[in-house]
Structures are given as structure tokens and as C-alpha cells.
């Protein structure tokens, strides 16, 4: 579990001034096409591509390799068929032999799993009624997919088997859009998910653990598994006033976005006995300037020391993440960046930071900080 130290009874808002300053340029600038780019992936799942990474944006999923002296290339790319369809988000995953793979959706509501060593479909799932807003993998089992769709549900998908497992909706669920959703990093049954309804929900998947592991052995049609519904969350949360467009477990705290230009760091306190009561306790504000559009997600590097969030104007800021009171550690800003940045990507060690935009770009930005940093 992250400890943090010295909070007290009032949450503590970080300074827009960088205390620990960390010297990232830009090293390549890619134009991947007119369409916006909703997304940016790390291959997080298997330590031989840890410097591979997903973009979507339009029709078109694309893999790259970031190479050293800032060098980015293209390994692959998958355009659906759809001309119509415009992907939103990208995952990656893999089989139980380890073969990776990318899922990704968008404003389908079908979600693509692409088999990234053969390069073809693996699976289509369809299921959601509406478009998808977010798919995250699960690292500790990384055949487990979940997606938040506009349909105002959660779902939770066997890639292997292309079973759908669970659905998390109904008189509990979230009353608008689901824009965002998370794995627990260590505890297995747990998910947050947060939404138009200006909420957070976190899930409880325990009772349900033996069809997710059937899903596992499933040999019949998909469409005949044994789907469930997990109709109430352990814990609702309002602790923002405003869309919460992004959110992810930091151990056992949660970071939050809204579109009131900041993350936010608290602790859900679950009342055991009570599923859905309990309080929130404010731990930490990440303030995040011009950031007052909706669907901008920050992300964080493998360890979770940093996050990375970008802004309507283009601009990038860094946050150390295992500290209090919080601390800038790099405010990043390029003449011809100017568009909105929907994600960024930072790299397992937090040496390589990636922005898509909305104007079809890819930014690099690498740390010279230390001088024997791979980019130098």
C-alpha cells in the first residue's frame, strides 16, 4: 500500500511551481493523420515490450516502438473496416501463452481484440449499446479486460475466451455515461468507475469470482456463458461537483479527475457492513491549469511515482505521486504544441513521456535530467 506522510485533516494543494525539476524535450513529433488521436498505451503486460505503445484515433489502431536518441517506429497498424468508426480507447492485453495482444473501442460500442502477433482479429465483442469510453486491463490476470461504455455500464470481458463475464449496472449503477474505470492494483476482486453522474463507484467482483474463473475453461459459444449482474457497488463516492472523466487506484487511495482542473488524491473509508455508504477523506490536489474540457486522462508510469496529464492548450504537467505536499516536477510546454491533449503515456521507469492530441499528433518528450539517460 502507498504511505504518504504529513497529511492532515485538510487536503493539501499542490504548487504550479517546479520543485524538483526534471529537464524532459522533445525528441520527435509525429502527424499520424488529420483525425484526433483519443489515446496512448504503454505495453505495461510483458517486459519484452515495455518501449511498445498503441495510439487510436479514427478508424486505425497503430503500434510503435520507441527507440533510443527519440527515435519512434511504426511495428504495425490496423484499420477497421468501418471507415465510421472512431476508437476512443486502447488496451493491452494478452492470452494465457502470453501472446500480445490490443483491444481497443470506440464509438461503436464494439470492442477489437487484435491479435498483435499475427496482426488479425482475434475477437469481436459485442454487447454494450452504446459507444465505449474506456477499456484498462487487468495486470495480475491479463486476460481480463474491463470496459465503461455510454450505455451507463461496466463490463467485464475474457479476451481469450471472448466470454462476457460480468456486467456492472442496474438500480446501484451509474445514472449517465461511464467515462472512466480501473483494476485494483493488488486486490483482484476490486474496480473503480467514475462517470457523467459526477460519481465514483467502486466494485466488489468477490462473490462473482467463480465465473470469472469458468470464463477461463469456457469452451462453448460465448453468448451461452452465464452472465452476471452486479446490480450494487460497495462504495459511492461525490468528490467532485463536475464529470469525473479519469480515475485510477494509487494502492489503496484513488486519484480522480474532473473537469475543474485538477486530480484529486483521497481514501474511500467502505463501511463493511453497510455496501455503498461510507466516507471520503481528501488527501491531496493536483492542480492542472486550462483543463476545463472533458475527456483529458492523466496517466502514470509502472511504479505509480509519477503522473502525466495534459491540457486544452498542449501543455504537459508532471506530478511526483509518492509525496506530500505535492510536488511539480516538470512543467512541459512546445511553441508548435497547441491542441488539446486527450492522453498522455509515461514510460515504466518515467524517463520517456507520450502525448496524443487532437490535431493527429504524437509528441515525445525524454529526460536529460540524468546525463546517462538512454535519449542523450
Sequence with gaps: MVKLFGLGSEPVTGILNPLKKREYRVTNRLQEGKRPLYAVVFNFIDSRYFNVFATVGGNRVTIYHCLEGGVIAVLQSYVDEDKDESFYTVSWACNPNGSPYVVAGGINGIIRVIDAGSEKIHKSFVGHGDSINEIRTQTLRPSLVISASKDESVRLWNVHTG??????????????????????????????????????????????????????????????????????????????????????????????????????????????????????????????????????????????????????????????????????????????????????????????????????????????????????
Design 163 to 376: 466470454v462476457c463475464i460480468l456486467i456492472f449496472a442496474g438500480a446501484g449503477g451509474h445514472r449517465n455515461e461511464v467515462l472512466s474505470v480501473d483494476f485494483h492494483p493488488s486486490d483482484i476482486f476490486k474496480i473503480a468507475s467514475c462517470g457523467m453522474d459526477n460519481t465514483v463507484k467502486i466494485w466488489s467482483m468477490k462473490d462473482f469470482w467463480s465465473y470469472v474463473e469458468q470464463s477461463f475453461t469456457w469452451t462453448d459459444i460465448p453468448s451461452k456463458f452465464p452472465t452476471k449482474y452486479v446490480q450494487f457497488p460497495v462504495f459511492n463516492a461525490s468528490v467532485h461537483s463536475n464529470y469525473v472523466d479519469c480515475t485510477r487506484w494509487l494502492g489503496d487511495f484513488i486519484l480522480s479527475k474532473s473537469v475543474d482542473n485538477e486530480i484529486v488524491l483521497w481514501e474511500p473509508k467502505v463501511k463493511e457492513q453497510v455496501p455503498g455508504e461510507g466516507s471520503v477523506d481528501v488527501l491531496q490536489k493536483y492542480p492542472v491549469p486550462e483543463c476545463d474540457i472533458w475527456f483529458i486522462k492523466f496517466s502514470c508510469d509502472f511504479h505509480y511515482n509519477a503522473a502525466a496529464i495534459g491540457n486544452r492548450e498542449g501543455k504537459i504537467f508532471v506530478w511526483e505521486l509518492q509525496s506530500s505536499p505535492p510536488v511539480l516536477i516538470a512543467k512541459l510546454s512546445h511553441a508548435q504544441s497547441k491542441s488539446p491533449i486527450r492522453q498522455t503515456a509515461v514510460s515504466f521507469d518515467g524517463s520517456t513521456i507520450l502525448s496524443c492530441c487532437e490535431d493527429g499528433t504524437i509528441w515525445r518528450w525524454d529526460d536529460f535530467s540524468n546525463s546517462n539517460s538512454e535519449a542523450a
